[in-house]
């Protein structure tokens, strides 16, 4: 196995791990330089697909403040929201995109180069930047790549896995074993910081708007490290993916589409959702996926659609350039100005438990961007609110990193021996058909751990996905990609499951039809009349 030795570790080329890069190629802190690791290519990740924008509370737009951003993200999230971390995060997003900005990010402008805002579900104001339209996440994913691939002092591997935490005996993370997939070969990386960027888990529901990438990795490499794991019963499903019914990742129609006017309507055309909640098409995410799934129970024959006449079909291929083309590759004639959509597991609220700066609950292992759970989303995360916490997030941790001490490793602990030595070990592993096992667990979780929950539901997924486990064995080293990302898939269907079985209350995106009652709105460690008291 070849070793090798970097300052800082990162695991994921999404927003966050681009931007933490980036950010670090200007210290002279880090003698061993950086290297960025990425199981794809570089920039195939959930950002590359996110649409409708990036929260800025801007100085320029009047109407807005970090309060009202405060209160609204603390509203959307139903009160389980961290209140340092959701005001440290708003007051932070201007510092964001300013930097976005300065690293050649290039946010839509109107024809006075004045930014332009855009509103989606639960903000009161418009405050969403975006890019080309509607591929803010292109945008930001471009901008940042070309960034970190200017800079000297970072090295990128693509195709390569981290599939294992180096912990000494002192539990302190010491780096990483990564899987090769072009020479199928394993690296050990020695590093003096070892951040987790590795995104989502949406892979793990049937129909997800996230990419196959999506398989918790993070989580999994964390919980296995001894970190906490927080709030993971809460996993958002937008309203509006396009009904296309693809079990491996289905296209987005974006929130902001309702936000510059589109509404949902059945296929008589009605409007039914302010019959439930007068905020309409614009309520948070969760009642708004909610309503749209009892009804479709209720109505089984009935379709959804974003009526998107109020924006006109001119307007509407002029601001949404990547979901009209997305519409009529599907055969979809916008003309008729109706688009099918159905909800789509999207977004996990929940990860490894972190401070904004990424500090985990083991030494020199960071976690930031979507694997984190750093308290800012709640029970329900608002609309836009992820792309900023991965900007934020990683620029805090920056700032750690470039005035923490380094020291450079000067023997391997025996810890770490046992570790590397379940790699270089040469033996038979196990083959079993990954796309079948796969698609058992999406199954299983999308009918049993979904927008609604019960608990004979959840008990029986509990027992399937043990069976599932009795196939894949415990065995620590995989075949390939496709299995060590089976085997992260299954634990994270275990750990959304426990997580939703233990909660019994309903709460933003955590629906149990055998606990409806929901909890208090404010329950954290505050009380509304202090959130604003500085
Ligand atoms: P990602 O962007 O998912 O990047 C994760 C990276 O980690 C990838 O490069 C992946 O290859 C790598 N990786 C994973 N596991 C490993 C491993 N074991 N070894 C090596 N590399 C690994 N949010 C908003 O705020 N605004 C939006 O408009 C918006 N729209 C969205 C639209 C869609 C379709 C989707 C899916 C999400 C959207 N979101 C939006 C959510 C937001 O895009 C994500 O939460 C955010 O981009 C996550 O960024 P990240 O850097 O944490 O992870
Ligand atoms: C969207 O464009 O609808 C997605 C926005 C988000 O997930 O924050």
């Known amino acids: 196995m070849k070793y090798s030795n970097y300052s800082v570790l990162i695991i994921g080329g999404g927003a966050a791990g681009l931007f933490l890069a980036h950010k670090l190629s200007f210290s002279n802190n880090l003698k061993d330089g950086i290297l960025l690791v990425t199981k794809g290519k570089l920039g195939e990740s ?44 708003s007051e932070h997003s201007c510092a964001a995109i300013e930097d976005l900005i300065r690293a050649g990010v290039q946010f839509d402008r109107d024809e006075n180069n004045n930014l332009i805002y855009t509103l989606e579900g639960a903000h009161s104001v418009p405050r969403i930047l975006h890019g080309a339209g509607d591929a803010t996440g292109r945008v930001i994913e471009e901008g940042l790549v070309d960034a970190v691939l200017r800079a000297k002092n970072i090295e990128v591997y693509e195709n390569a896995m981290a599939v294992d935490l180096l912990l000494d005996r002192a539990r302190d993370c010491k780096g990483a074993v990564i899987y090769r997939a072009d020479i199928d070969d394993y690296e050990a990386i020695y590093s003096g910081a070892t951040v987790l960027a590795t995104g989502g888990v949406g892979q793990v529901y049937k129909y997800t708007t996230n990419p196959s990438l999506a398989t918790g990795d993070g989580l999994v490499l964390a919980k296995s490290a001894g970190c906490e794991i927080k709030d993971m019963e809460f996993i958002q499903f937008h309203p509006t993916a396009l009904n296309v019914k693809d079990d491996v990742k289905m296209p987005l129609v974006s929130e902001s589409v309702r936000g510059e006017g589109a509404v949902i309507v059945n296929r008589f055309g009605e409007e039914f959702i302010s019959k439930y909640d007068e905020r309409g098409s614009l309520a948070p995410r969760d009642v708004v996926s909610g309503i749209v799934h009892k009804y479709l129970k209720e109505n089984p024959d009935d379709s959804i659609y974003l009526d998107i006449s109020r924006i006109g079909l001119e307007n509407f291929e002029r601001r949404f350039p990547t979901i009209t083309s997305i519409c009529r590759e599907h055969d979809i004639i916008l003309e008729n100005m109706l688009i099918p959509v159905t909800p789509s597991a999207h977004y996990c609220m929940g990860g490894v438990k972190a401070n904004v700066a990424g500090e985990t609950d083991v030494n020199n292992l960071f976690a930031i961007g979507e694997v984190a759970c750093t308290g800012l989303h709640g029970a329900n995360r608002l609309a836009s609110n992820s792309l900023l916490e991965c900007i934020v997030c990683a620029s805090e941790l920056a700032r750690k990193i470039d005035k923490k001490e380094f020291s450079s490793i000067k023997k391997i602990d025996d810890e770490i021996k046992k570790t590397l030595s379940i790699y270089d070990e040469a033996r038979e592993l196990p083959e079993y058909n990954c796309d079948e096992i796969r698609r058992r667990i999406k199954n299983i979780m999308w009918r049993y751990v979904g927008i609604e929950r019960e608990e004979k539901g959840l008990l029986q997924a509990l027992f399937d996905l043990k069976e599932i486990g009795r196939i894949l064995g415990s065995d620590k080293k995989c075949l390939n990609r496709e299995q060590y990302e089976l085997k992260n898939l299954l634990r994270v269907a275990e750990i959304i499951t426990r997580a939703a079985f233990a909660r019994k209350k309903s709460i933003g995106a955590h629906k149990r039809i055998d606990y409806i009652e929901s909890e208090p709105l404010i329950v954290g460690d505050y009380r509304e009349d202090e959130l604003f008291v500085k």
């Open 46 to 89: 959930n950002t590359k697909y996110a649409q409708g924008g990036i929260v800025g509370v801007m100085p320029d737009n009047k109407e807005d403040s970090t309060e009202l951003h405060i209160k609204e993200t603390i509203s959307s999230g139903c009160g389980l929201n961290d209140f340092a971390s959701v005001s440290f995060i």
